[in-house]
């Protein structure tokens, strides 16, 4: 080596040009590599927030399905529970679980519980089963005595088949009825003047009875029911208020299907308004004034008011329906105290005021039904149920579903170990997917 | 001797040659990657826009959904009408009658302390009068606490016109600010922009829509 470097120089400074040449490169790879390092802890860190981040709306969204399949197995006369924190149902590649606790009043307290990959749910919902009862299954129907007064006359017809006059079809004793199915009921006893005639049943409450007097008829039943009519109290839809609905005299208006919060409704002298169905109206005093007129178009669903203070109905005011629709109307009116109809009214649509007493002053005629605390009227009054009534307003949620949604919220994840393990759910869980059933298998019947 | 020398050296027409290919060479990479590197850091800018938007989007809806439209006091309700605060109320616990709400909240847009409604861009950051988006909770009473859910939202929403009367956007909305509710039947539209600037200083816009259901 000494020779060499001796003897040539050349290739020495050769060597050392090398030398630096490798340095060189070691150097930019070095910091190529400390950039890539770097780059790749950014972008997998990145990576790992954006799959947390996905997780956690899956699983929130996994909760969701879990408690919309709880309230399907409610309403399916399941317990409303879907398998458990040791035998989760599989879905959508996550596991949830859905815990029931019957709080009696037919409320039940559901808490669903998903994972999914690292993300964890919980969401609560306290749910109300109604009945199928429907409101208005009679022409009067009172939690109080109901006393018929003498020369009543009640029958019954379908609005969705037409007028009342063209179902009448049958005479009796005198009087021109169209159907029989003009029932009456009280969750007390039932009392008949003289002359009083019902096309229909006459259902006194448990362990009471009807009395009659002189020339009374009852075309169907007189036996005592078995169970109380609930009188079920008023949910009244949540629905923000937007001022008022007045109609000025003389003018005329279409309120389209909806939901609508109004503080007043009031249609004027000869106003005409018009509500198309399905439509729900919340209220605080309702007021039909003189000759106005309130159209209901119920070809695609019912119309409903719900009126949380007065209801007024001066003379003359009327409420039918446009051609060709069934008249169905509802009056759900929360107060109490009287709620009186002024001589002579045509009454047509439903009216359920459970807390309010009803007066039917003299000449009224009615198409419709009428259920309240107590109901009261006058000599010769005309009932003739509305049948097609039958089809809406079932005692179920505001919605018309059996099943009502009480309040929903998010719920801590318990065991509160599952949002400190964050590894996947079957080792967490200790658990085989291949083993988890559908949720639709996983429901646990009482 | 004096033909070594000349083949030992470099002619200036090579040497000229020579450093114009390496100009070249070197030049256009680097103008490449100078070029990818401010799309990068635009997309970059862009994403991270998105990201914030998206998850204030997911704080203000999470906390809306658990509310009821019974029980949000709104003087603007409807399509095509705005509101840049909404106060509410969730849902607690059921007490076998009724539903036992939590203490009133707030989301509201307000202008940032650091930068005034003033057109000037007191914090030099680039960003004339942005606005924050605040979380109250316990609105009114002694425990009454304000987060911070977002900052950097531009005065109108992207594409709007600040106070002309005219929907620029062609969103349905006039004039509606960089944080707007509007009220659809039983939901709630949330509209949200966020503003930022790259490295080349060009101020960027990004803009989310959420549409929340209110569970109650």
């Known amino acids: ?446 | 001797m004096v033909k070594h020398k000349h083949t030992s050296g470099f002619s200036l027409l090579e040497l000229l040659i020579t450093v114009s290919i390496l100009s070249v060479a070197l030049g256009l990479p680097l103008m490449i990657f100078r070029s990818s590197e401010r799309m990068q850091n635009t997309v970059t800018t862009r994403s991270a826009l998105q990201a914030s938007a998206r998850l204030a989007l997911d704080r203000i809806a999470g906390q809306l959904e658990s509310s009821s439209l019974g029980v949000i006091p709104q003087s603007v309700l409807g399509p095509g009408l705005w509101s840049s605060t909404v106060d509410f109320q969730r849902a607690g616990d059921w007490n076998g009658a009724s539903v036992d709400w939590a203490p009133a909240e707030r989301i509201e847009l307000i202008a940032s302390a650091e930068d005034p409604d003033d057109g000037v861009d007191n914090d030099s950051d680039g960003l004339i009068d942005e606005r924050v988006v605040v979380w109250i909770t316990d609105v009114g009473l002694s425990t009454e606490r304000r987060r911070v859910l977002v900052k950097d939202v531009p005065e109108t929403l992207a594409g709007e016109i600040a106070a002309n009367g005219v929907d620029d956007n062609g969103n349905g909305l006039r004039d509606e600010p960089g944080l707007c509710f509007e009220f659809s039947g039983e939901q709630i539209v949330i509209r949200l922009s966020l503003q930022g600037r790259d490295s080349s200083n060009a101020r960027i816009e990004h803009s989310e829509v959420r549409r929340v259901a209110l569970r109650n």
């Open chain 1, 1 to 446: 080596m000494k020779l060499k470097s001796g003897s040539s120089p050349t290739p020495a400074r050769s060597e050392r040009r090398r030398g630096v040449a490798l340095l060189s490169v070691l150097a930019v790879l070095t910091g190529l590599l400390v950039l890539l390092a770097t780059f790749q802890h950014v972008t997998v860190r990145r990576s790992d927030e954006t799959a947390a981040s996905i997780d956690e709306r899956r699983a929130f969204h996994l909760a969701e399905t879990a408690l919309n399949e709880g309230m399907i197995a409610l309403r399916a006369g399941s317990t409303g529970a879907v398998g458990g924190v040791g035998a989760p149902a599989y879905f959508g590649g996550g596991v949830f679980w859905v815990d029931a606790v019957d709080l009696g009043s037919a409320q039940t307290r559901l808490t669903a519980t998903a994972l999914s990959g690292s993300g964890r749910a919980a969401l609560e919902a306290v749910v109300m089963i109604h009945s199928p009862e429907p409101l208005f299954s009679s022409v009067l129907n009172s939690r109080e005595p109901l006393q018929l007064a003498s020369g009543v006359v009640i029958d019954s017809y379908a609005s969705a088949l037409g007028t009342y006059a063209s179902q009448v079809s049958s005479t009796y004793n005198g009087y021109n009825f169209a159907n029989d199915g003009g029932n009456v009921s009280s969750n007390a006893d039932i009392t008949f003047a003289s002359g009083a005639t019902v096309f229909g049943d006459a259902t006194p409450g448990p362990g009471h009875s009807c009395s009659f007097s002189s020339s009374t008829y009852v075309s169907g039943s007189t036996a005592a029911a078995l169970e109380p009519f609930s009188f079920p109290p008023i949910r009244v839809p949540t629905t923000p208020i937007v001022g008022n609905l007045v109609l000025a005299d003389g003018a005329s208006s279409t309120l389209p299907s909806g939901k609508y919060g109004f503080t007043d409704v009031s249609i004027g002298r000869n106003a005409n308004l018009t509500v198309q169905g399905p439509a729900t109206i919340v209220c605080t005093n309702f007021t039909g004034e003189m000759y106005a007129n309130l159209k209901i178009d119920a070809t695609n669903g019912p119309v409903t008011f719900y009126v949380e203070g007065s209801y007024t109905h001066v003379n003359r005011f009327e409420a039918s329906p446009v051609a060709g629709s069934p008249m169905a109307l509802a009056f759900m009116i929360t107060a109490g105290g009287p709620l009186g109809f002024p001589p002579g009214a045509k009454l047509r649509g439903a009216y359920y005021a459970p807390n309010a007493d009803i007066q039917f002053t003299s000449g009224i005629e009615v198409w419709g039904a009428f259920a309240a605390n107590r109901i009261s009227m006058a000599a010769n009054t005309k009932f003739h149920y509305d049948e097609s009534l039958m089809d809406h307003w079932n005692n179920q949620g505001p919605d018309g579903d059996p099943l009502e949604v009480l309040v929903w919220r998010r719920a801590p994840v318990t065991p509160h170990a599952l949002t400190i393990d964050r590894r996947d759910p079957y080792t967490v869980l200790g658990v085989e997917r291949t083993a988890l059933l559908s949720p639709a298998e996983s429901w646990i019947d009482a």
